[in-house]
Structure formats: C-alpha cells, structure tokens
C-alpha cells in the first residue's frame, strides 16, 4: 500500500511538472516569433535573423554534447530548476539593456535558449520520468509531455501576433519570463533525486569516466538498431528542416495575399492530429505498448515522411488537411516510440544517448536549413521536400527492415531452445 500511495503521489507531482513544462514550451513558442520579429526590427538585416536562429542551433548541438556529464555531476531537479531560472534572468537583462546592447544580448539569449531547452529535455526524458514514473505507466508519461508541448505550440505561435501587436514585445518577453519561473516553480516540488549511478568500470578495473561520451558512442556503433535509430532521427531532424523552409514559400505559391492562412491551418491541424494520437497511445492496452518501441518509431517515421511529401503535392484543401491530420499523428508516434525504446537502456548509458541524440538532431535540422536555404531558390518545395523526407523514407525502411529480421531471429531462437527443451 505505500508503494502505491508513493506512486500516486509521483504521478501527481509529475501532472504538476507537465504544466509548467507546457507554460514554459508556450512562452518559447511565443518567443520564436517575436524574438525573430525582433532581431529584425533591431538590426533591419534578414541575415541576423539567420544568425540568430543559427546561434541557437548550435549552442543546442554543443548542449546535446555537454547534458550528460552536467547530469552526472548535479541531480535533474536542479539543473532543470536553474536552467528555467537563467533563460528568466536572460529575458529580464533583455528587457532592461539600453539600445547600444540590445543586439549582443539578443544573442546571448539565443545561446542560453540553445543549451538551456536542450539540457531541460534531456533531464526530463531520461531522468525525471524514469525515475517518477513505474515503468507501467511511462508510455503514459511521456504521451502526456507530448500532448502537452502540441498543445502550447499552437497556443504559442497563434498568440504570438496578437501579444506582439497589441502588446509589444517588451510585454511578449516578459511573459516568457514568467513563464520560466512558473515551470522553475513546479520543477521545485519534484521529489529529491536518487543519487545518480556512479561511473562503470572498464574490464581492467580502472574508472570509465573519463569516457562518458566515447562509451555511449561505441555502445550506440556496437548496438547497429539503437545506432541506426539515432541516425534516422538526425535525417527525421533535416527533413522537418526541409517542410518548416519550405512551407511559407509553398504557401505564398498558394496565396500571396494571405500566405499565412495555409501555414496557420496545416500546423493547426498538425498538432490537433498529434494531440488525437496522444490520447490514443495513452488508452492502449499494457500488451500492445510493446509496439511503442523501435518498430513503431520506424514505421511511424515512413508513414509521417510519406505525409509531409505528399502536403506539397497541390491537392485539394481537404486532402491536404486530412494529409496534416496523418502527420501529426505519426508524428506524435515517432516521439513517443523513440523516448519510450531509449528510456529502456541502463541508467549508466541513457542520459548520454538522450545528449548524443539532442545533438545529432541538432545538427540535422541546422544542416538542413542551410541546404534547404539555398536549395529553395533553385527547386519547387516539393522536390526539395521530396528529396529531404524520401533520405528519411529509405533509411526508416532499412531500419524497419532490421528490426524485423531481429525479432525473427529472437523467436526462432527462442523456438529452437523450447524444442530442445520438450
């Protein structure tokens, strides 16, 4: 009976996180537009927005690198605490600095925005829910925190102009702020942390950690489904680099008097297809969470891939929202499939395959756009699309492919030693 007041207790405690997790995502979805509005509007140059939006990409690719030994020397609770405390304190500087700093602040904001959600993402996939939530009840878990960042996405990005236009972007960034310090706030009534797992010792006896990071990528190279899984989510990572380019310019094709109606709907109904899914994987029976891991992400990977091409296809309004429906669905899928199958590794292992895959999505979405960038001033948003995805598509269906050779061969093992048992 304790055991089960504890884990209600937990489950409580991480509802509570789950909301000011989904304030604060809001207020950085908030902040991408208006902070982006105002990078131009200081320095009425297209290229610092470039730079700007570059700036945090990279410092979330080194963040990726540096989340796992951050972790292994400070508990979850307080790294996510304080993250949420400095991109505050950033805002707040921002606001405050007179004209003739405002622009190298912009990019301080940008690196600490960076590294700071990097950091809070890795904590909370491998750390938080893990250790909060009975392994029963993760698919649940992280379904939730899916739901809940869809759901301020759409609020952040629909908000956005009316809080700027009406408001200001002083008022927009000080929403922000309070935002942080709301999820700085629940961060704080998490439980105290188990004291993390000390580092492994090589065959010859001698400490391993002074390579944390080298160990995790041999065991990813020496482990080809969980390697070729973080792969494809870096090539996932550089074909939503490719949809999120091309859209504004396949909708301006579409209308240019209101270029921004087609955009609005398809993430609209993008996200309402994820939340649909969410509720779905949530409900699934404890048996049929099984194909909520690798397989599932691999498939789900094809079936979104799929989608998103087929969005730039010219077809009829509604089969192109029906098409958004499908891939925000497979979407919200993959994200939960992925979490899920990286959760299950050892304690010594996953915080720094979540900072290794941070970083490699880092990297495929920042070299996507600048391929992308430059490749849309050439091609059609369909070929450039087209091509970004289908490297998803065939790469996803060798990994299917894998996967299910794996578990052939486990079960004819499995088979095999039965018989001989009989």
Known sequence: MPEAVTASVRERRYRILVTGYALSSYGSYLNVVALNLYVYAVTDRALAVGAFMAVRLAAGFVAGLLAAPILARWSAKGVMFWVNVVQAAVLAVLVVAPDTLRTPVLFVVSAVGGVTGTVFLVALRSAVIPEMVTEERRTWANSLMVSARSLAMVAGFASAGVVVSLLGYTAA?????????????????????????????????????????????????????????????????????????????????????????????????????????????????????????????????????????????????????????????????????????????????????FGLSATVESLGFGVGMIAVGAALDVFSPLSVVAIAHGVAVVIAVVFVTLVLRRRTTAGSGAGAEAHAEV
């Open 173 to 353: 960034f000080l929403l922000d702020m309070a935002t942080f310090l709301v999820c700085a706030v629940a961060v704080a009534q998490l439980p105290a942390a188990r004291p993390a797992p000390g580092p492994a010792a090589d065959p010859a006896g001698s400490p391993a950690k002074r390579r944390r990071l080298p160990a995790a990528v041999v065991a990813l190279v020496g482990a080809p489904v969980l390697g070729l899984m973080v792969l494809l989510r870096g090539v996932d990572a550089l074909g939503s680099s490719s949809h999120n380019a091309a859209l504004p310019v396949y909708s301006t094709e579409l209308d240019t008097d209101s270029p921004a109606t087609f955009v609005s709907v398809f993430w609209c109904v993008w996200a309402l297809g994820n939340i649909l899914a969410q509720q779905v994987i949530q409900r699934l029976p404890r048996r049929s969470e099984q194909a909520l891991g690798a397989l599932g992400f691999g498939l789900g990977t094809i079936v979104m891939s799929g989608a998103f091409i087929l969005a730039f296809a010219g077809l009829p309004w509604t089969a192109t929202v029906l098409i958004a429906l499908v891939a925000g669905a497979a979407d919200g899928l993959t994200e939960v499939s992925y979490t899920q199958h990286l959760q299950t590794l050892p304690d010594g292992l996953r915080t720094h395959a």
